[in-house]
């Protein structure tokens, strides 16, 4: 009984608590979300942006040639990425740190029998790889965020639903049975007593 108890209580603090992280997830994911949308709608700006500068390089000089230009140009430039984990309202979030070193100042090609589009398309493609490795931490995050929703969603409504009514049940079933036995006894004891007395008047 007093076992039941405790876990009962344990079981109604614990819902407690699961609601108020359910409510800390909920502003989480309201506050991500206008965060999500922002770096959502720079990264297709971006890669609109880079495929309709790629579309006009390849009409230029031909896909070829920008392939050819594409593979000189891996020599040049050196990728550096480092990946960090921090934790966030007890969510453990990767961090993306992206850097692009290039050996030479000056460019792997000639500016003779190139499309004068490649230059901006080399800068909007630098600047869509950082956008993409944002909009995908971002990403990430409003996802793990809505997975851990789900899971103390899930939690509350075992507890509320299952655990804490089957423990008052059981409660109230063993403190019905104590109440029963009680009463018997009770009345047990008062039969022994009416005994004892009819016993003492006839002696």
């Known amino acids: 009984m007093i076992g039941l108890q405790k876990r009962l209580v344990f079981a109604v603090r614990g819902e407690t608590f699961l609601e108020y992280r359910r409510e800390q997830l909920v502003f989480q994911i309201k506050r991500l979300w206008k965060e999500y949308l922002e770096i959502r709608s720079n990264f297709i700006a971006l890669f609109k942006q880079s495929?309709?500068?790629l579309n006009q390089t390849y009409e230029e000089m031909g896909k070829n040639g920008v392939i050819l230009i594409s593979k000189l140009s891996r020599i040049q430039y050196r990728p550096m990425v480092d990946i960090q984990y921090q934790k966030k309202a007890g969510i453990v979030v990767p961090r993306i740190n992206f850097?692009?070193?290039q050996e030479e100042k000056l460019p792997a090609y000639t500016f003779e029998g190139t499309s004068h589009f490649l230059d901006d398309l080399?800068?909007?493609?630098?600047?869509?790889f950082k956008a993409t490795i944002e909009f995908s931490e971002i990403e990430d995050l409003?996802?793990?965020h809505a997975i851990s929703f789900k899971k103390v969603n899930r939690r509350i409504n075992g507890l509320k639903n299952m655990i804490i009514p089957k423990l008052r049940m059981n409660i109230k079933q063993i403190r019905e049975i104590l109440e029963e036995i009680?009463?018997?006894n009770y009345v047990r004891l008062k039969k022994t007593k009416d005994l004892i007395l009819s016993k003492e008047k006839t002696i």
């Open 142 to 144: 409003i996802l793990k």
């Open 122 to 128: 080399i800068i909007l493609l630098k600047g869509f």
């Open 51 to 53: 495929l309709i500068k």
């Open 99 to 101: 850097e692009l070193f």
């Open 182 to 184: 009680e009463r018997e």
